[in-house]
């Protein structure tokens, strides 16, 4: 069972060339600036593209650029793109790169792994050595990581490589749905290794709670537990069915810069984090309130859960001030990224 958040079929290919998707209804419709820099990512990675779009450029989607690549690279250059970015490495990714480099556009890519993935998760590792090969011939201009550290790592190996955070989303068109009374709490989140489902679930049986998931992990015993599952949703029905809930959770055992603490608590709904991403730490009060260091303790969960309930309302304020200010600093890094006089690292 693939969910929404995972992404291992990049190894695969499908078997036609499927459409692409433009955030734009035509390239009259922009301007010099902004069809200066244009992203592309995949359609049904849901918190990449939902990342891709909150840097709010042009967007082109496809499960598999192969078969558009020559000619999409054209139509960019034509169009007076300078700067093309893919995000986290879609099928048909390197041959996309190699035709824009050619037509003289600048080129970057940014990945939305993390080295715990690298090695486990299928074709994560691969996609970024892909990327630095291309580099290495001049295809890929700079390599851009979500994952706070990584930059350094591949700077010090002799790669153009950039720090690149994920800006706070724009959320429009949800509405939150009725739920039955008690603590209601989301746990939205893929039932595998990495995002630490059963843990998660744990934590809410000591609480009493009842948790809402997309899909239920396959663990017998977690039959005791009261568990909704409401499966793949639309875009706008996610969000809204987050809102509804009292809280959510999103304690990882290895994550990068999470969109949906981001999304839980723009809609008003505090969210539990774990140790694992740059979120909230430049305001340590709000970092120790929402933030589980030991996150394979369901118990752990469940006594910062509750003291982040007590704070409901401080949290999600403060939470809301701390995304203001970040989103400000990712899109002046983001800017530099795909600058023209961007510095070169090392």
Request: hydrophobic share 40%.
């Amino acid at each position: 069972m693939l969910d929404r958040f995972r992404r291992p079929e990049r190894a695969s290919r499908v078997d036609r060339t499927p459409p692409l998707h433009r955030s734009f209804g035509a390239w009259t419709d922009l301007d010099g600036v902004e069809r200066s820099v244009v992203q592309v990512c995949h359609p049904d990675w849901r918190g990449v593209r939902t990342a891709t779009h909150a840097f709010r450029t042009p967007v082109v989607e496809s499960p598999d650029f192969t078969g558009h690549a020559e000619a999409l690279a054209g139509e960019f250059a034509e169009n007076g793109v300078q700067t093309l970015v893919v995000q986290a490495w879609p099928p048909g990714s390197a041959a996309l790169l190699e035709h824009a480099s050619r037509r003289g556009i600048r080129t970057a890519v940014v990945f939305h792994s993390s080295m715990a993935q690298h090695g486990t998760d299928a074709g994560e590792g691969e996609a970024v050595s892909e990327a630095l090969n291309l580099s290495k011939v001049g295809s890929v201009d700079r390599v851009g990581f979500v994952k706070d550290g990584l930059a350094e790592v591949f700077r010090s190996f002799g790669y153009n490589a950039f720090y690149v955070p994920n800006r706070v989303p724009n959320l429009t068109g949800y509405e939150t749905v009725p739920l039955e009374d008690g603590l209601n709490i989301g746990v939205f989140l893929d039932p595998y290794w990495r995002k630490n489902v059963t843990t998660q679930l744990g934590a809410v049986a000591l609480l009493n709670g009842r948790a809402h998931v997309a899909h239920r992990p396959a663990v017998d015993y977690l039959e005791d537990v009261d568990i909704v599952e409401h499966g793949d949703l639309a875009w706008g029905d996610f969000v809204g069915l987050q809102a509804s809930m009292t809280l959510n959770f999103n304690v990882t055992l290895s994550e990068c810069h999470p969109m949906m603490p981001m999304e839980s608590y723009l809609t008003g709904v505090p969210c539990l984090v774990s140790a694992t991403s740059a979120l909230f730490r430049e305001d340590q009060v709000l970092y120790e309130m929402t933030t589980v260091a030991e996150t394979d303790n369901p118990r752990a969960i469940a006594e910062k859960a509750l003291r982040l309930l007590e704070h409901r309302s401080e949290g999600v304020e403060r939470a809301r001030a701390w995304m203001t200010a970040h989103d400000a600093r990712a899109a002046v890094q983001f800017a530099a990224f795909v600058s023209d006089d961007s510095p070169r690292h090392p």
